[in-house]
């Protein structure tokens, strides 16, 4: 999305079409903004995930999809058949992957 804003000031267009366009804040836009006039496109590059990194080894990622997979039935759960986040934090904590 950054890099389409990039694009966007680069053809002219206003912060507050940007933002309008890409249906983003305008603070966002007016940040954006101001990071590319700075740094061009490239300030305007992912810096990737900004969340925390798993905590599960890839095996056990492997092994809770395959479970994730098979249903909420398959752990237990025949009352709904439903993925909760509860549900998933429960399945991690209790059963071994």
């Known amino acids: 999305m ?4 990039a694009e966007l000031f680069e053809a002219g267009v206003s ?9 983003v804040s305008t603070k966002s836009a007016y ?8 740094g061009g496109p490239d300030a305007l ?3 990737g995930s ?8 890839a095996k056990q990622v ?5 479970r994730l ?3 909420p039935a398959a752990s237990g759960y ?14 991690i904590a209790t059963q071994p992957l």
């Open 31 to 38: 940040a954006w903004r101001r990071e590319w006039v700075a």
């Open 45 to 47: 590059k992912s810096e």
């Open 62 to 66: 492997e092994r809770l999809r395959q």
């Open 78 to 91: 025949t009352e709904d058949q439903r993925w909760t986040l509860a549900r998933v934090v429960k399945l």
């Open 69 to 71: 997979e098979a249903g």
């Open 15 to 23: 912060a507050v079409e940007v933002a309008a366009r890409l249906e």
């Open 50 to 57: 900004v969340g925390a990194s798993t905590k599960l080894a």
């Open 2 to 5: 950054r890099q389409k804003a």
